[in-house]
């Protein structure tokens, strides 16, 4: 995964490569690392910060059915992930822990392969050669996979015969098949699973995004470990529109609580401080970049005057105004955007066709913005009641711009 960040905004690509039955057809696919050559990962916290850009990305940028669909997705993981110093996201059904070969299998790293496994998710071995010394691992997991290029191909068939007396019943991936000859060899072997350019070479998926601030994050982060109350939590998430889009995705996500959600409010509540927390982390080490400041006032000022001319339903009211700010500085499909989200319906009718209550309010924000009465008076507001309110929320966007890029 990369970001590539631009005077505006940034990037994020996300790469994957689709694994597939012995016997014909996909079963998965495996995240890839797209920011730099896989040589410049040298060290582990290099390969943490990978691991968590993927994750971030594929949970916060583009949802989990847009890359994979109903398949599961293999994902590289550290030594950090596997003992629980970073908390993996909350999908065992959708996520396969894939442990790299550099992990040193020590007791407290076996001993979390463990847990990870009591918790229903499935360990595949990565890179797996046959030595002796990582053993304890293919006797963990649910998966090996083996590099048909490091290993010796005559002696694949008992490689394969070796890895299921060492767990009966695991499922053999043979890697690096790049000819016919390569996957009748895996076939012949007793291969499970496929995975190469012959079947399938890696394709990459983008998408614009808005990345958190690191200051916005680390605030949040001290709220939480100081058992901040709720309405401060919000009130960290709401001021960085690029954060709260994030946790709107998360929470309405698998990994989150499942079900769409109908304000930024609600779910920083329905995610709770362990979950919440382990997503900002997650955001932090992925790295991040800042927000324009003038991005940041436009989409505050608006949601801001949406929640103050909505007394009844002021979270509801803001997170609707902030997401039809967002799609249109990312200038993407307002609704995929919304889409994504993973909001109530009733937002979305909001946002995209201006339906309820909700939606006539942001109609006559946006028509206040755009200098037309008609679309105001029209939406039942005077101009004096909306430019009233848009002040008011654009004096406080600007407060927390300044704070967000001092």
Not at 5 to 34: C, M, N, P, W
Not at 115 to 127: E, K, M, T
Not at 199 to 216: F, I
């Amino acid at each position: 995964m990369t970001v590539e960040t631009t005077a505006d905004l940034s990037t994020v690509l996300v790469g994957r490569q689709g694994i597939h039955r012995a016997s014909g057809g996909l079963a998965a696919y495996e995240l890839l690392f797209r920011q730099l050559p896989i040589a410049s990962l040298q060290t582990e916290a290099d390969h943490e910060s990978a691991t968590a850009q993927v994750i971030s990305a594929v949970f916060g940028d583009f949802g989990v059915s847009d890359i994979a669909g109903p398949h599961p997705l293999f994902l590289n993981v550290t030594r950090a992930f596997l003992v629980g110093e970073i908390a993996l996201p909350d999908a065992p059904d959708q996520i396969v822990v894939e442990v790299l070969e550099h992990v040193v299998l020590d007791e407290q790293v076996l001993a979390g392969i463990e847990q990870l496994r009591s918790l229903g998710y499935r360990i595949a071995a990565d890179d797996w050669d046959g030595t002796p010394e990582r053993d304890p691992l293919v006797e963990r997991s649910d998966i090996v996979k083996i590099d048909l290029s490091a290993v010796d191909r005559d002696g694949l068939a008992d490689m394969v015969a070796r890895a299921r007396a060492l767990r009966p019943g695991i499922e053999v991936v043979v890697e690096r098949v790049e000819t016919q000859a390569d996957a009748d060899l895996a076939r012949a072997a007793g291969a499970d699973l496929l995975q190469g350019f012959l079947l399938d070479r890696p394709q990459t998926v983008s998408a614009a995004v808005m990345t958190p601030s690191d200051v916005v994050c680390l605030r949040l982060l001290g709220a939480l470990a100081n058992d901040a109350d709720v309405a401060e939590q919000e009130r960290l998430v709401a001021s960085d529109p690029g954060l709260a889009l994030r946790v709107l995705r998360m929470a309405g996500s698998p990994a989150g609580v499942g079900k769409p959600v109908r304000s930024v409010q609600q779910a920083v509540v329905l995610l709770g401080p362990r979950k919440l927390s382990a997503w900002v982390v997650l955001m932090v080490l992925g790295g991040s970049s800042r927000i324009p400041a003038e991005h940041v006032v436009t989409m505050l000022a608006r949601a801001g005057a949406c929640a103050r001319l909505s007394p009844t339903r002021p979270d509801v009211a803001y997170t609707a105004g902030l997401l039809s700010a967002v799609a249109e500085v990312l200038g993407a499909d307002p609704a995929a955007t919304v889409r994504s989200s993973g909001v109530d319906p009733s937002i979305a009718e909001a946002v995209l066709h201006g339906e309820g209550p909700v939606g006539a309010t942001l109609r006559a924000v946006v028509g206040h913005e755009r200098a037309n009465p008609e679309v105001v008076v029209a939406n039942g507001f005077t101009p004096y009641v909306v430019s009233r309110a848009y002040l008011e929320a654009l004096r406080e966007a600007l407060d927390t711009s300044r704070s967000l890029h001092a």
